[in-house]
């Protein structure tokens, strides 16, 4: 398939991949056992993202973020491995960190990442997600320290805006939400679905307001994603006035690479498109295919960035553990530094850690030696640590 058969987009709708037999660049023999695979972890991909693979090397990186390998078969790691569902406080409702609430508003996506995080969700038993969104905002509504909400899932923009307006809406009626976010993928494996939507652009034009605004995630991985028509998708949110930044893990095979996610970095500013989060891969399950070593991970990290602008190097590259957002800030031979970015518990949102180094370390959890830990209110009077307690509801 050729991309140029996409180029101009006008209207043309991917066709969706739901079955590995649909894939004819696929050997029986491969369908055979890579449906063990699918079993267990849903397919889904598109012929628009198809077409970005380049089928002749066996190592394509668009490749491994959509089409399944045996290795996910291996029993390594927790379907939930940064406890969320512990921070599940109504039907469809996360709060884990005090001024934002997630609303998981549905559980399909446009394509299914392999190595996604959120597999269980997919999976048919899951009661995590709910369209209904009344239970959370009842909740968002009581809790005042909301400052913003994150619709995600799945993917909130695979909605028609006809089914996404209402929720958008009455969440922005709360008047202590300033910021709705949008976690997606869809600029990156359906960027028509975006573009050819001017019901999209009224939606944000409306809501996305000078004082409050709408910010999208984007989820782009490799510079390779940033077609022309992920550009004009990515124009056409901006010039809606939507606030576009992006994250991704960093995925072997995929990203784990400096020249590559320099490149993702320098690409994403010159559009306009700040990077924010690269996060350590989670350990889910079946994800060991797609996991760098922490250290190793960080240093192709800060590679990455040496060859980017400060507007390119944004990004703090970060473990979604269970207790918290933990920034790598950084190694020495001996030692390896982490600091909280986000914290579920006030008493760590300033904390600062070191550990001695772990090369085989994939987690958090898996360094075990600690050397110091420092929170800024430890030398301070009791009346400084409340300052900081406020500061977290601002
Ligand atoms: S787009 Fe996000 S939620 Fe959907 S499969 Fe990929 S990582 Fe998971």
């Not at 927790?78 to 934002?100: F, I, P, Q």
């Not at 573009?195 to 409050?212: C, F, G, I, Q, R």
Request: net charge negative; proline share 5%; hydrophobic share 35%.
């Amino acid at each position: 398939m050729n991309n140029a058969s996409f180029a101009h987009g006008n209207g043309k709708k991917p066709r969706y991949l739901n079955k590995l037999e649909q894939i004819p660049q696929l050997s029986q023999g491969e369908v055979k056992d890579l449906n063990e695979v699918t079993d267990q972890f849903v397919f889904r991909t598109n012929d628009y993202y198809q077409s970005l693979i380049d089928w002749d090397d066996p190592e394509d990186p668009i490749r491994k973020i959509v089409m399944p390998e045996t290795g996910e078969l291996e029993d390594w790691g927790r379907l939930d491995a940064s406890d969320e569902e512990s921070y599940t406080v109504a039907k469809g409702v996360e709060h884990k960190y005090s001024s934002t609430a997630l609303l998981l508003v549905n559980e399909v996506c446009a394509a299914y990442c392999r190595f996604c995080f959120r597999k269980r969700l997919f999976m048919d038993d899951n009661e995590e997600v709910t369209k209904d969104i009344s239970e959370g905002l009842e909740y968002i509504n009581a809790h005042p320290e909301i400052n913003n909400v994150l619709l995600t899932g799945g993917d909130p923009l695979i909605m028609s805006t006809s089914k996404l307006e209402p929720i958008i809406r009455k969440v922005r009626e709360v008047d202590h939400v300033n910021i709705i976010r949008i976690g997606t993928k869809i600029p990156a494996f359906n960027p028509m679905r975006i573009y050819n939507d001017p019901s999209l652009k009224a939606m944000l034009e409306k809501y996305s307001t000078p004082e409050k605004r709408i910010y999208i995630m984007a989820h782009f991985n490799h510079p390779r994603e940033l077609t022309p028509e992920a550009i004009r998708c990515l124009e056409f949110l901006l010039k809606a006035g939507a606030i576009v930044v992006n994250q991704t893990p960093l995925i072997a095979g995929v990203n784990d690479n400096a020249q590559v996610l320099g490149e993702l970095f320098n690409k994403l500013s010159f559009i306009g498109v700040p990077p924010y989060y690269v996060f350590q891969c989670r350990p889910t399950l079946g994800n060991k295919i797609y996991v760098t070593p922490v250290e190793q991970a960080y240093e192709i990290f800060e590679t990455a960035r040496t060859g980017c602008s400060g507007l390119a190097k944004r990004a703090r590259f970060v473990m979604s553990h269970s207790t918290g957002k933990i920034e790598i800030v950084g190694l020495t031979q001996e030692h390896i530094y982490f600091k909280y970015q986000r914290a579920a518990k006030a008493k760590d949102g300033s904390r600062f850690l070191v550990f001695k180094r772990n090369p085989n370390a994939y987690w958090f959890d898996d360094y075990v030696e600690a050397v110091d830990d420092y929170s800024l209110g430890d030398s301070a009077s009791d009346s400084r640590q409340t300052s900081f307690d406020i500061l977290e509801y601002v």
